[in-house]
Antibody
Framework: QVTLKEAGPALVKPTQTLTLTCTFSGFSLTSGVCLSWIRQPPGKAPEWLARIDWDADEYYSKSLKTRLTISKDSSKNQVVFTMTNMDPGDTATYYC????????????WGPGVLVAVSS | DVQMTQSPSSLSASVGDKVTITCQASQHISKALNWYQQKPGKSPKLLIHDASTLEAGVPSRFSGGGSGTDFVLTIDSLQPEDIARYYCQQYDDIPLPTFGGGTRVEIK
């Protein structure tokens, strides 16, 4: 059974760095299987942020690239995501999702963590 | 970047009605299009991949079609449990997937 779960703070202050951890089970990051982070502001559409693949290659949203970092710890089945210089406009639910590259599909998602940015 | 435009942004239909949601890509994406259902307070759920392939376990009243720039998601007979937001997502522009703005489906 494939499961993913995000962990991280519910509240961060402006200019702080957000760090989220995705712990997954039931699969491995093997060829063709990646782990992505996606966010969704309240009432808006999802927005893809970052991906790490089986070779630890990293991919980032063009508009947010300078603020994002993704890494993996294969021994723990975890992927860590950081976003620097947080702003109230970054308030959203942050999801990690398994991505199957052959169909570009996000076929399993974590429950998400709502992160508010406020002083 | 490939932009995805969904219409309508919301719709209201009766139980048993046929519902159609459209998604238009800003450039040709072949069949690199997936559909998701998101119920309130829940994560998105994959319904259809590669424009028309139903994900395992998804009811057969859902279907997808189209290619190139124009795509459609159809619910043949709307059920109360189908109340949700629906999103399209393109993956032709790898490594940068993008989502449509969403369609909210309500019961009349």
């Amino acid at each position: 059974q494939v499961t993913l779960k995000e962990a991280g703070p519910a509240l961060v202050k402006p200019t702080q760095t957000l760090t989220l951890t995705c712990t997954f089970s039931g699969f491995s990051l093997t060829s063709g299987v990646c782990l992505s982070w996606i966010r969704q502001p309240p009432g808006k559409a999802p927005e893809w942020l970052a991906r790490i693949d089986w070779d630890a290659d990293e991919y980032y949203s063009k508009s947010l690239k300078t603020r994002l970092t993704i890494s993996k710890d294969s021994s723990k089945n975890q992927v860590v995501f950081t976003m620097t210089n947080m702003d109230p406009g970054d308030t959203a639910t942050y999801y990690c999702a398994r991505e199957i590259m052959v169909s570009g599909k996000f076929d399993s998602w974590g429950p998400g963590v709502l992160v508010a940015v406020s002083s | 970047d490939v932009q995805m435009t969904q219409s309508p942004s919301s719709l209201s239909a009766s139980v048993g009605d046929k519902v159609t949601i459209t998604c238009q890509a800003s450039q040709h994406i072949s069949k690199a299009l997936n559909w998701y259902q998101q119920k309130p307070g829940k994560s998105p759920k994959l319904l259809i991949h590669d424009a028309s392939t139903l994900e395992a376990g998804v009811p057969s009243r859902f279907s997808g079609g189209g290619s190139g720039t124009d795509f459609v998601l159809t619910i043949d007979s709307l059920q109360p449990e189908d109340i949700a937001r629906y999103y399209c997502q393109q993956y032709d522009d790898i490594p940068l997937p993008t989502f449509g703005g969403g369609t909210r489906v309500e019961i009349k």
